[in-house]
């Protein structure tokens, strides 16, 4: 990396250093050190990110390769409980090869006072993280306490390296697959965003900050004239289908584009997440996503999905839910990965909530993923059909063919498919569409999809706020 110069006469400043680094991050001219300049290899300071109050601070990898000492894990300490008692959001900027060798333990307890800062944070403010360079050792696990991590494709994330790796269990690999891109930000899901370059980790920090510290407030007056989002999705009910398209109609644009950051994108992407604006409103919003194994739920897809619903209800940012889900995800892997004890996590998160929360029922919504899902019986705040909703234990076809199977089966092979698609229609006349749902209140209302946002809008807002009281640990 080549070396910056910051004004006429000065001298040159390597890239890495912290003083670089803040200034990419923060507004212009906002910087205010919290501490003397030192040899702690640790910079923290005051700064502003669209004009809203900041914390952050910055691991120097001119030094050590940033590895954490007892001084400057102080500084990450003092900005973190600065930003609890000034009730801002706190951004770490991580380059750091873990706590200092040449001090044992006593940096070894000093990144351990950094865990618990932390956590005494966790749920209070805003802590989000940007890797731009290899995080090892203690260093992984900072970010990885921290509310959403955002890492540059430079960065790197492991507990032991590629060299500890290959002494101990005699498996080849380098930083990049161990940590990288495709290790955490597709197998592991510790990475939430996954910056094209490292401008691009500092925009995209600033753009979630910004949903976080500036969240607004409902402006009915302000949701765009309405449209028809049933154009997004398929004729044929059957058919699978990116619900991104749809939540991007749903959420606010701003310059003709839509106000989303997804988070976790390649990791369990049956089930989308993320930061968006509706009514100029900052929402969270999940859904399912039936281009990936259907929309079911799995173990991962509910373990990400809750994680998420605890961080918003910790933020007091309500939470809109999109249904289009055929079920848990059956299978002997399902079972043995933990999706009973994982898809608990789902029901926990969303039945102990108490921001605003309102769902939506796009085309089907069967079985324990209806429930799991902001269901009625959860708590949820309204819950919304479009008129060809199903809402209903399966789908009436596999259902008949449970229910009447001895009837089918004695039948005429000629006429046994007519006669199921006779009780079909029958099921979904009894049990099936979104009538019975009405009936017995646990959907408020079916709405014409043209009005999608200004209902959906109008239900947050007229809701109480709340926000949890609890931190947001990762689950």
């Given at each position: 990396?080549?070396?910056?110069?910051?004004?006429?006469?000065?001298?040159?400043?390597?890239?890495?250093?912290?003083?670089?680094?803040?200034?990419?991050?923060?507004?212009?001219?906002?910087?205010?050190?919290?501490?003397?300049?030192?040899?702690?290899?640790?910079?923290?300071?005051?700064?502003?990110?669209?004009?809203?109050?900041?914390?952050?601070?910055?691991?120097?990898?001119?030094?050590?390769?940033?590895?954490?000492?007892?001084e400057g894990c102080r500084h990450i300490v003092e900005a973190i409980d600065t930003a609890v008692r000034e009730r801002c959001p706190v951004i770490g900027v991580w380059h750091c090869g873990g706590a200092r060798l040449a001090e044992g333990v006593e940096s070894l307890d000093a990144v351990g006072q950094v865990f618990a800062a932390m956590i005494r944070a966790s749920g209070r403010i805003?802590?989000?993280?940007?890797?731009?360079?290899?995080?090892?050792?203690?260093?992984?696990?900072?970010?990885?306490?921290?509310?959403?991590?955002?890492?540059?494709?430079?960065?790197?994330?492991?507990?032991?390296?590629?060299?500890?790796?290959?002494?101990?269990t005699g498996e080849q690999i380098d930083q990049e697959g161990l940590g990288g891109a495709e290790a955490h930000g597709r197998r592991s899901g510790v990475v939430h965003v996954l910056a094209q370059d490292e401008p691009d980790a500092y925009a995209r920090a600033r753009r979630i900050t910004s949903l976080f510290a500036k969240p607004g407030m409902f402006d009915l007056h302000a949701v765009r004239v309405e449209e028809n989002l049933r154009v997004l999705l398929p004729e044929q009910a059957n058919r699978a289908y990116d619900v991104k398209p749809l939540l991007r109609g749903i959420l606010d644009h701003e310059d003709g584009v839509s106000m989303f950051e997804e988070l976790q994108a390649k990791w369990a992407p049956n089930i989308v997440v993320g930061l968006g604006r509706l009514g100029g409103r900052t929402v969270g919003v999940i859904a399912n996503n039936p281009i990936r194994k259907g929309g079911c739920l799995d173990s991962l897809s509910a373990e990400k999905a809750a994680r998420f619903v605890r961080m918003c209800d910790?933020?007091?940012?309500?939470?809109?839910?999109?249904?289009?889900?055929?079920?848990?995800?059956?299978?002997?892997?399902?079972?043995w990965e933990g999706v009973v004890r994982r898809g608990a996590k789902l029901l926990h998160a969303f039945a102990e909530a108490v921001v605003p929360r309102v769902t939506l029922v796009t085309r089907k919504s069967y079985g324990g993923a209806y429930i799991a899902m902001n269901s009625r019986a959860l708590g949820a705040t309204t819950v919304f059909a479009w008129p060809e909703a199903e809402v209903a234990v399966m789908g009436a076809k596999a259902a008949v063919g449970i229910l009447h199977r001895k009837r089918l089966a004695a039948a005429p092979e000629e006429e046994r498919e007519a006669l199921h698609v006779r009780l079909t229609e029958e099921h979904e006349r009894i049990a099936g569409g979104v009538d019975r749902a009405m009936a017995?209140?646990?959907?408020?209302?079916?709405?014409?999809?043209?009005?999608?946002?200004?209902?959906?809008?109008?239900?947050?807002?007229?809701?109480?706020?709340?926000?949890?009281?609890?931190?947001?640990?990762?689950?």
């Open positions: 990396m080549t070396a910056v110069a910051t004004r006429p006469g000065a001298r040159k400043l390597d890239p890495r250093e912290p003083e670089v680094r803040l200034a990419a991050l923060l507004d212009v001219d906002s910087v205010a050190p919290l501490h003397p300049a030192d040899s702690s290899g640790v910079s923290a300071v005051r700064g502003r990110i669209d004009g809203t109050k900041v914390i952050a601070y910055c691991t120097d990898a001119t030094k050590m390769g940033g590895a954490m000492g007892t805003p802590q989000i993280s940007v890797v731009v360079g290899p995080a090892a050792g203690g260093a992984a696990y900072g970010p990885a306490l921290t509310d959403v991590v955002i890492m540059s494709p430079e960065g790197r994330v492991f507990v032991t390296g590629p060299d500890v790796v290959r002494s101990v910790s933020f007091g940012v309500p939470l809109l839910v999109v249904v289009d889900v055929p079920g848990y995800l059956p299978g002997v892997g399902q079972e017995i209140g646990v959907v408020d209302e079916v709405i014409d999809p043209r009005h999608t946002r200004r209902k959906l809008a109008e239900a947050l807002a007229a809701a109480p706020a709340g926000r949890g009281a609890h931190g947001n640990i990762p689950l």
